[in-house]
C-alpha cells in the first residue's frame, strides 16, 4: 500500500519561509518521479514543482528562483523550501508520486501566507 505523508505547513508571514517535506512508502521511490501540487480556494489544482528520478527538475514561472524542490532517496523524502513567500502562494499542498504508469497523491497540507 502506498503512503505519502506531508508535514511543514502552517502559516508564514508574506516574504518568510516554509519547508514540506513528504515522506512515502510503498513504491520504489528512486525511480518515481516527485513532485508538488497547489490547490487554492476555488481554482484548479496545479503543479508548482517536480524532480524526476535522474534529477531533472520543472518549477511553475511563479515560483521560479523562490522554491527549490529536493529529494533524498535514501530516506525516501522529496522537500520543498519555499522563500520569499507571497499571499497568492496560499494553498493546499499535495505531495505527488509517480512510479511507472502509477500516480498517487497526499493528503495535502495548508500553506497561508498572511501578515
Known amino acids: 500500500q502506498v503512503h505519502l505523508w506531508e508535514s511543514g505547513g502552517g502559516l508564514a508571514q508574506p516574504g518568510g519561509s516554509l519547508r514540506l517535506s513528504c515522506q512515502a512508502s510503498?513504491?520504489?521511490?528512486?525511480?518515481?518521479?516527485m513532485g508538488w501540487y497547489r490547490q487554492a480556494s476555488g481554482k484548479e489544482r496545479e503543479l508548482v514543482a517536480v524532480m524526476r528520478s535522474g534529477g531533472i527538475t520543472d518549477y511553475a514561472d511563479s515560483v521560479k528562483g523562490r522554491f527549490t524542490i529536493s529529494r533524498d532517496n535514501a530516506k525516501n523524502t522529496v522537500t520543498l523550501q519555499m522563500n520569499s513567500l507571497k499571499p497568492e502562494d496560499t494553498a493546499v499542498y499535495y505531495c505527488?508520486?509517480?512510479?511507472?504508469?502509477?500516480?498517487?497523491w497526499g493528503q495535502g497540507t495548508q500553506v497561508t501566507v498572511s501578515s
Open positions: 510503498g513504491i520504489i521511490f528512486s525511480r518515481s518521479a
Open positions: 505527488h508520486a509517480r512510479d511507472g504508469d502509477r500516480g498517487f
